[in-house]
C-alpha cells in the first residue's frame, strides 16, 4: 500500500502566502470593480535594470548560436558569476568567503526549504517568532516537530521577538536547540541585527556545536553604518554558519530567479556516532544530485548587476523601495499605528492595535482594498500585527496610504 508522508498532517493551515492570495483574489472576484493594491507578499513591481536586460539579451543571443551556446550550467554556477559574487559581496567587505565555498540557485526560498535535508530527524530547530514560514513548514514536513497546538508546534524552539528585546532575541532562550535559523534585516519585523548581537548567537553556535542558518536575502536593504552584511563579518562564524543570499529583492529577480548559498568548508557537523561530517561536501551531493543548474542567460544577468552600471542602477532601485517604506511608516504613525522596520528593510511591522491580526488584514482588504499580510501568519508573537510591504510603485504606496488613513481616522 501506498502511504503518504504523514508528517505533512501536522501542517497548520495553508502556506501563508497562498491563503493570502487566496483571500485577496476571492475579494478581488466578488467585486470586480475594486481596484486591489498588492503590498502582501514582498513581491517586487520595478523591471529589471537596463545594465541586467541588456546582459540577459547579449547571454539571449548567445544561446541562438551553435559557437555560443550553452546547455547545463556548471554545477555550481558559471565561475563568471561566482568570481563576481565572491569579490563583490565578501572581498571587497574584507570577508574571508572563497569561490567554491559559494553555490548558485534559483532562490533562498528553495535553498532554506532544502538546506534541512542535510540535518538528522532528531535535531531541535529554534527559529525566531515571528518568523518567516518556510523555515518552520519545511521542518515539519520532514518530521522534526510534532502538532501544533496554539500556534506553536511541539518539538520547535521559539525565540520570541517583541519591543521588549528590541525585536532581536539572543541565544539565552534557545536552551536545547542544535539549530537556529536567523534573519536579518528581518522578515516579518524589518530588524537588523548588530555585531554584538551577532557575535552573540555565534559563540553560543561554536560553544554548543550547533548550526546557524542565516538568511541574508534582505541585506541590500541595509542604510546603517556598521550593521553586518553577512554572518561571515563574525569571527568564528565560518565555522558555525551557512550564508543565503539572492538576487530577488536586491535585483528585482523574484520572477527570473537567481541565488546562492555559501557553505564553508570550515562549517563544522557531526554525524549521528559523533564523527565529523563535511557539510560543504553534503550540500555539493544535494545540490549536484537534486539540482541542474540555473539558466546561462539568468546567471549572465545576475552578473551584471556587479558592473558599475549594474550597481548603481539596483541600489537606486532599494532607494526607491526604502523611500516607500519611509511614507509608509510616517502615514501610519500618524494614524495612531505603532511600526517598526523599513530603514533597513522593505517590511513594516505594524500593531494593530489590540484587534486581532486576521480581523484587521480583512478589513483594510474590505474597507480600503489594501492587501497586507497578517501577522499571525507568521507565528504566535506576530498576532496583533500587519507586515506591509514597500514593494510597490510611489504612486500606488500614496494611494494605498490615502485609503488606510481615511479607514482609520
Ligand atoms: C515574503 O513576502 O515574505 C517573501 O516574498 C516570500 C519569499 O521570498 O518567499
Known amino acids: 500500500m501506498f502511504t ?115 540535518f538528522s530527524r532528531s535535531c531541535r530547530i529554534a527559529v525566531l517568532d515571528p518568523v518567516y514560514p518556510v523555515y518552520v513548514d519545511t521542518n515539519v514536513m520532514a518530521g522534526r516537530t510534532g502538532t501544533n497546538d496554539g500556534g506553536r508546534y511541539a518539538g520547535l524552539v521559539y525565540l520570541t521577538c517583541d519591543a521588549s528585546n528590541g525585536f532581536v532575541p539572543g541565544p539565552e532562550a534557545a536552551e536545547g536547540a542544535d539549530i537556529v535559523y536567523l534573519c536579518y534585516p528581518n522578515n516579518p519585523t524589518g530588524a537588523v541585527a548588530t555585531k554584538e548581537q551577532l557575535q552573540k548567537w555565534v559563540d553560543w553556535a561554536n560553544d554548543r556545536k550547533s548550526l546557524i542558518l542565516f538568511d541574508a536575502a534582505y541585506e541590500a536593504f541595509i542604510r546603517t553604518p556598521g550593521i553586518p552584511h553577512s554572518i561571515y563579518e563574525i569571527p568564528g562564524a565560518r565555522e558555525c554558519a551557512v550564508e543565503f543570499r539572492s538576487f530577488s529583492k536586491t535585483a528585482g529577480f523574484t520572477g527570473t530567479r537567481c541565488a546562492y548559498a555559501v557553505v564553508p568548508t570550515s562549517v ?37 548587476v556587479y558592473s558599475p552600471e549594474g550597481q548603481a542602477q539596483t541600489r537606486a532601485l532599494v532607494d526607491g523601495y526604502l523611500a516607500n517604506a519611509a511614507i509608509i511608516r510616517e502615514r501610519l504613525a500618524a494614524c495612531g499605528l505603532r511600526c517598526i522596520g523599513g530603514d533597513n528593510s522593505p517590511y513594516i511591522w505594524v500593531a494593530t492595535g489590540g484587534v486581532d491580526s486576521w480581523s484587521f488584514f480583512d478589513r483594510l482588504l474590505r474597507e480600503a482594498q489594501v492587501v497586507t499580510t497578517p501577522g499571525s501568519g507568521f507565528g504566535r508573537c506576530g498576532e496583533g500585527h500587519i507586515r506591509i510591504s514597500a514593494f510597490n510603485r510611489s504612486d500606488r504606496v500614496i494611494e494605498a496610504m490615502d485609503r488606510i488613513e481615511k479607514v482609520l481616522k
Not at 498532517?9 to 478581488?28: I, P, Q, S
Not at 559523533?274 to 557539510?279: K, N, Q, T
Open 268 to 304: 563544522r557537523a557531526w554525524m549521528p556516532d559523533g564523527s565529523p561530517a563535511d557539510l560543504r561536501a553534503m550540500w555539493t551531493r544535494r545540490h549536484t544530485t537534486k539540482f541542474n543548474g540555473v539558466s546561462y542567460p539568468v546567471q549572465r544577468a545576475a552578473e551584471a
Open 4 to 118: 503518504a508522508n504523514g508528517d505533512y498532517a501536522n501542517l497548520k493551515g495553508n502556506y501563508l502566502f497562498y491563503e493570502v492570495g487566496k483571500r485577496a483574489r476571492a475579494y478581488a472576484e466578488a467585486h470586480p470593480d475594486a481596484e486591489l493594491i498588492r503590498m502582501g507578499i514582498g513581491d517586487v513591481t520595478q523591471p529589471l535594470v537596463p545594465a541586467v536586460i541588456s546582459a540577459m539579451h547579449r547571454a539571449v543571443d548567445e544561446m541562438s548560436r551553435a559557437e555560443t551556446f550553452h546547455g547545463y550550467a556548471p554545477d555550481f554556477g558559471y565561475e563568471f558569476l561566482r568570481e563576481a559574487i565572491h569579490k563583490r559581496d565578501y572581498v571587497s567587505r574584507g570577508i574571508d568567503v572563497s569561490q567554491d565555498e559559494i553555490f548558485v540557485s534559483d532562490g533562498a526560498k528553495c535553498d532554506v526549504g532544502n538546506f534541512q535535508e542535510l
